[in-house]
């Protein structure tokens, strides 16, 4: 009898567990840099076996272009047009401009709920010690890169764990023995053991496969040979930016792009292997996705591997290209296996559907709707519209309106610059202007345009809306 009444008890105890949540973020990598989407230049069996038992969202969407406002969009499920890093400004001597004191993040969110928070890869939105530090920002633990610059390379002379700078003796001078992730993937498999009988939320931004085009020989011998004719790329082998932001030389980096997203791959396939083993996968939820579209830095080639499929533009556009990403969804018995989503959706969404999960209110001023109505299969609320906003290379906004999408480009020097209408419907590739032809819907994207900008004195087109 004590036994039958021990069972029902930790029954009910597991019934009301929460779900974990787990959100691993590749950083810069394409719509169509996975198997599943089109790629033919190199496998990515894990991710596509995340997606053959999952559900793949087929229009979801970046937070923005680039590195820093994309997470804090993320982070705080504000557009940037709301959330309150738009660039990726950065401090002196190491990190970014931090989130302000103001911000609410998911993971203070999580935090306030019992869940235990870490962090797992680069961060990129406080220097270390700052208001905008990950630990200032709802997260017990973060190992990894506080800053994006010095996350350009992979054998850095540090990483952070917490307020402690670790330094990688293996990386010393020109050695080149510690390739950071896979020493924070160790931590983030660490971090999963220790919390296997507690309800976490593991934040995974990988840095891969931003450049420099860099992997352990291990895998370039995968593909050494086979990706020809390479294009050897010279970078940054001495001096100041050596380590330090500047792209390392790389004579086969055709070879390197291809190993380091099968890295990924094979880092996505044991943290998956590591909850099923540890037996907490049926109540974990895993998502993956992309920072922004492909860059084309560090002797990094998109139309090489058709890392867009169809898209037009790549990293720092607002076209789809640019922010359009591969999005999945994995959670056994709950999300229905081998499932495709359209839905619109936006990295604004993931804290609002991580709030409904954990049964926290959502807060008010969010500008996303939570997606857990469709993972579940339910009828789903969709969004008026999707907003973003770009200061870098003359300043752009783009709009989600249905079907619709409009840009407008160099908004720092004209502020009445035209806005160009594509149908995503029948012309994915934004290739055909058809403004000229729907004043109307132009108007429309042109109104939430004025309306969703809201002037930062830190991160602006340069003029003060009146």
């Excluded at 764990?161 to 510690?178: C, S, V, W, Y």
Aim: hydrophobic share 30%; net charge negative; with cysteine.
């Amino acid at each position: 009898m004590t036994a039958c009444i021990s069972q029902k008890k930790a029954d009910e105890s597991s019934e009301k567990r929460k779900p974990n949540i787990i959100y691993i973020l590749a950083d810069d990598l394409g719509y169509g840099d996975l198997g599943f989407t089109g790629q033919v230049r190199f496998p990515t069996p894990n991710i596509d076996q995340l997606s053959k038992d999952g559900m793949f969202f087929t229009q979801h969407y970046s937070g923005s272009t680039v590195c820093a406002p994309s997470r804090s969009a993320l982070m705080t499920g504000l557009h940037t047009g709301h959330t309150f890093i738009r660039g990726n400004r950065e401090i002196k001597p190491e990190g970014q401009y931090p989130l302000d004191s103001a911000a609410v993040t998911v993971a203070e969110l999580l935090q306030s709920k019992g869940y235990v928070t870490g962090a797992f890869g680069k961060w990129g939105l406080g220097y270390p010690s700052s208001e905008g530090d990950p630990n200032n920002q709802g997260f017990d633990e973060f190992y990894g890169f506080n800053c994006q610059r010095i996350g350009h390379n992979y054998y850095p002379y540090h990483l952070w764990h917490n307020q402690t700078k670790e330094i990688l003796k293996g990386n010393e001078g020109r050695k080149t023995d510690a390739y950071a992730p896979s020493v924070i993937h160790e931590k983030a498999i660490a971090f999963l053991e220790k919390n296997k009988d507690t309800t976490f939320f593991m934040y995974y931004p990988s840095i891969i496969p931003h450049a420099e085009l860099v992997a352990p020989e291990a895998y370039m011998t995968k593909f050494r040979g086979k990706l020809l004719p390479e294009k050897a790329y010279k970078g940054i082998d001495h001096g100041e930016k050596y380590k330090n932001g500047g792209y390392g030389s790389q004579k086969e980096p055709y070879t390197a792009f291809a190993a380091m997203v099968y890295l990924l791959d094979k880092q996505v396939g044991e943290i998956r292997e590591k909850i099923e083993e540890l037996g907490i996968a049926d109540h974990t939820l895993i998502i993956f996705t992309s920072d922004n579209g492909p860059h084309k830095e560090g002797g990094a080639d998109p139309d090489y591997f058709n890392s867009n499929a169809e898209l037009r533009g790549y990293k720092r556009d607002l076209y789809e290209g640019g922010i359009r990403v591969p999005m999945i969804a994995y959670w056994p018995n709950t999300i229905k296996a081998n499932s495709t989503s359209n839905h619109i959706s936006a990295f604004w969404d993931f804290l609002p559907t991580a709030c409904e999960i954990a049964e926290i209110d959502i807060p008010k001023n969010t500008d996303g709707i939570s997606l857990l109505p469709e993972l579940l299969g339910e009828k789903q609320e969709n969004h008026d519209y999707l907003y973003w906003e770009f200061l870098e290379r003359g300043g752009k906004q783009a709009v989600r309106l249905g079907d619709w999408k409009g840009i407008r480009l160099n908004m720092s020097n004209n502020m009445a610059a035209p806005i160009e209408l594509y149908n995503l419907a029948s012309d994915v590739g934004e290739k055909n202007n058809v403004a000229s032809e729907n004043p109307k819907i132009v108007k429309k994207i042109f109104d939430i345009m004025e309306r969703e900008h809201t002037y930062s004195k830190e991160f602006s087109f340069g003029y003060e809306k009146k």
